[in-house]
């Protein structure tokens, strides 16, 4: 247990579907991070929130949506999404960007 | 943001030390050195973290050369559940955890 929950642990959606992946932190961090991993592939930056601010989106497809409603919470709108979009879907929140980052457990997506 | 470059694989046996070196030649003043391990299927875990010269805690050693261009992870006695991926990152305040292929590990009975 990191003290970083990411909710649901698997989700399975049809490409019309509409779905959220939801990560809870409360460590006091003031940023949090989702990354996706496909198959053995190293992590990709999605998203970074600093102080509920989106401060990087690293030129990601629109029908991926985040929303940071506090420093505690950071959601990840799927709408529409395409089976190479089935990956395992990782949230991580830090301090300052340079100490330890905490991941949540992740959450394994199949798009089918 | 300092790019690092590591082995892809190593291949170790159960009971012996392993050594995974990280290269990181524009690496900044502010910058810091953290290893991260990642199972199958599970988000990265913190092994290990340095500025300058050596660090250790329970799991890991990290060696830094004055020069600061590289670094040495240092694992010992490794056992079976010692196989993962193995990331090095060197970054700053205020920049964010990029990471890169890894170092797959596998350790052998």
């Known amino acids: 247990e990191t003290g970083v929950t990411q909710t649901p642990r698997h989700l399975v959606m049809g490409m019309t579907n509409k779905k959220s992946l939801k990560c809870e932190q409360h460590l006091g961090h003031n940023a949090m991070y989702w990354y996706k991993q496909s198959a053995k592939k190293p992590l990709e930056l999605m998203f970074v929130y600093s102080l509920e601010e989106r401060v990087e989106n690293n030129s990601v497809p629109s029908r991926f949506s985040p929303e940071c409603p506090n420093s505690s919470h950071l959601f990840l709108h799927l709408h529409t999404l395409q089976p190479e979009d089935s990956a395992l879907y990782l949230c991580?929140?830090?301090?300052?960007?340079?100490?330890?980052?905490?991941f949540g457990q992740g959450t394994r997506l199949t798009v089918v | 943001l300092a790019k690092t470059t590591q082995p892809i694989s190593m291949d170790s046996y159960e009971g012996q030390e392993v050594n995974i070196t990280c290269s990181h030649n524009?690496?900044?003043?502010?910058?810091?050195i953290t290893w991260y391990q990642q199972f199958p299927s599970q988000g990265p875990r913190f092994i290990i973290q340095g500025y300058k010269t050596k660090v250790t805690n329970e799991v890991a050693s990290l060696f830094i050369p004055a020069d600061r261009k590289s670094s040495t992870l240092s694992l010992p006695r490794v056992s079976l559940s010692d196989t993962a991926v193995y990331y090095c990152l060197a970054n700053g305040y205020g920049q964010n955890f990029v990471f890169g292929p890894g170092t797959r590990l596998s350790v052998l009975p």
């Open positions: 991580a929140s830090s301090q300052d960007g340079v100490t330890e980052a905490f």
């Open positions: 524009n690496i900044a003043t502010n910058d810091y």
